[in-house]
């Protein structure tokens, strides 16, 4: 007897502590709003119309004004986090907008393509970095800006629609049709990989906000932003190819894309091939080169390309060797420049003076002091991306003055029959006017802009 008043004294025990943690411990969604499913609620207005209030500073929106979308972001693996991002359609959607909201677990209230109705009396909207939100305030240093909604109040602003879930489309793009109309809105970014330097990493460090880059099969690059506590946080970066779903970000004019989860990426496919987009060519040589006697702000270098094609100077390099020196002084990277067909890059070492004094701007600026900024006894070569000396002007370790490679006060001028460079430097190939007339030179100082021809072989 005593045995069976024993048990029956534990096992009320075991209930009622049972019954304490089940009522004392939180549940993991405790702050998530409830179920609140609506039918007749309808919208009247657009994502512009709302933005267009906007005029420069956080607000509190006064009107009963009311929009509609379709939930594309989910915080079920934690790469998102107290944020909604909808758009406008689940298919070929044409606008996009996010809202802070304090609750964790949203997924399971708001799944992907939960049609949802959001009324926006009392709601903040602002701009940071170029992007509207909604929600809730907060003050920094003085500023307003938009934060989260506390979860008390979102069910009295987000609705969903009951049993109204739609399978939303990506728009499929590619890295190079990226616009900001998709902001916000979730795309699919066809034949990427993750940049080959990356690969082997995982998708995150531990509790930071990283970015990743994903590349194509023309180097164009976006960045996949990642969070440092989301489930796949440690988990590897995949090796392959192929195509990467998420909500296309933005900060200003930098894109950036999220994934809800590791299911968002399929690379199935090999690795692009090695892109090899740096050449060589002898077409490309130095045409002109300025010093005027009346203006030193108005010096220049030009470069010509007698091939019938364009021609990038992506690697290439045009290097100075100030008086007799035979270490390299100063060099200008040309990556950024392509050079048509039967045309010119004109370069400058005082962009704005040249623009003035020739009427029109130069291809590319630079500092003085640089290889476009010579004095007429120095040395230059253009190197091709492999490091070979495609062409010359001057001896390098040749002081220029009182030789047949000065140009000082004047200018040196490639004969127009010239078509291709020269490694090595051939005064016969050359018209060259300065102030001494020395070693064959002509004694003619030349007087900016009537005595050159920039963007012309005369």
């Known amino acids: 007897m005593g045995d069976f008043n024993y048990r029956r004294l534990l096992l009320r025990f075991t209930v009622l502590m049972t019954i304490c943690f089940y009522s ?36 509190q929106i006064q009107d009963d004004l009311i929009i509609e979308g379709y939930v594309i972001s989910s915080d079920s693996d934690g790469n998102f986090f107290s944020v909604l991002y909808f758009q406008d359609k689940a298919i070929a959607p044409t606008e996009g907008f996010q809202i802070e909201i304090d609750v964790r677990d949203s997924h399971l209230f708001y799944p992907v393509g939960t049609k949802i109705k959001i009324k926006l009396k009392g709601l903040y909207l602002g701009k940071s970095k170029d992007i509207f939100k909604l929600g809730a305030t907060f003050t920094s240093f003085g500023n307003v800006s938009v934060g989260r909604l506390p979860a008390a109040i979102v069910a009295e602003h987000i609705f969903k629609f009951c049993d109204a879930q739609a399978p939303i489309e990506p728009t499929k793009i590619t890295i190079n049709d990226i616009k900001e109309e998709l902001t916000n809105t979730l795309v699919t970014i066809t034949d990427v990989e993750i940049k080959e330097e990356e690969v082997g990493l995982s998708f995150a460090e531990v509790g930071e906000e990283t970015e990743r880059i994903l590349i194509d099969c023309d180097d164009n690059e976006i960045a996949l932003l990642n969070s440092g506590y989301s489930d796949f946080q440690s988990e590897l970066l995949p090796e392959g190819r192929g195509n990467l779903t998420g909500v296309l970000l933005r900060e200003n004019n930098n894109y950036m894309i999220s994934v809800r989860s590791t299911a968002d990426i399929n690379f199935s496919k090999e690795r692009c091939a090695e892109l090899v987009d740096e050449f060589t060519s002898d077409n490309i040589f130095i045409s002109e080169l300025a010093d005027p006697d009346n203006n030193a702000s108005a010096r220049f270098v030009e470069l010509y390309n007698s091939s019938m094609e364009d021609l990038s100077l992506k690697g290439w390099k045009l290097k100075r060797y100030t008086n007799a020196n035979t270490v390299v002084s100063s060099e200008i990277d040309l990556s950024t420049l392509t050079i048509e067909a039967d045309d010119f ?114």
Do not use: M
């Not at 998530?32 to 933005?51: F, H, I, M, R």
């Not at 590319?364 to 120095?378: E, H, I, K, M, Y």
């Open 24 to 59: 004392c411990v939180k549940s993991r969604s405790y702050d998530v709003p409830p179920d609140n499913c609506v039918s007749g609620l309808v919208a009247n207005t657009t994502y512009t119309e709302v933005k267009n209030l906007y005029k420069g500073n956080t607000f």
């Open 345 to 458: 890059v004109v370069i400058s070492p005082n962009a704005e003076e040249f623009e003035i004094v020739y009427g029109f701007a130069p291809d590319l600026g630079v500092g003085t002091n640089s290889p476009a900024d010579s004095n007429g006894d120095d040395n230059l070569q253009l190197v091709d991306p492999f490091g070979a000396i495609i062409d010359v002007f001057g001896v390098v370790g040749e002081d220029g003055t009182a030789t047949n490679h000065e140009f000082e006060d004047g200018r040196a001028l490639r004969k127009s029959e010239i078509l291709k460079g020269s490694a090595v430097y051939v005064i016969e190939e050359w018209l060259i006017a300065n102030d001494s007339g020395e070693a064959g030179t002509i004694k003619q100082p030349k007087i900016a802009p009537d005595d050159f021809s920039p963007r012309n072989r005369n």
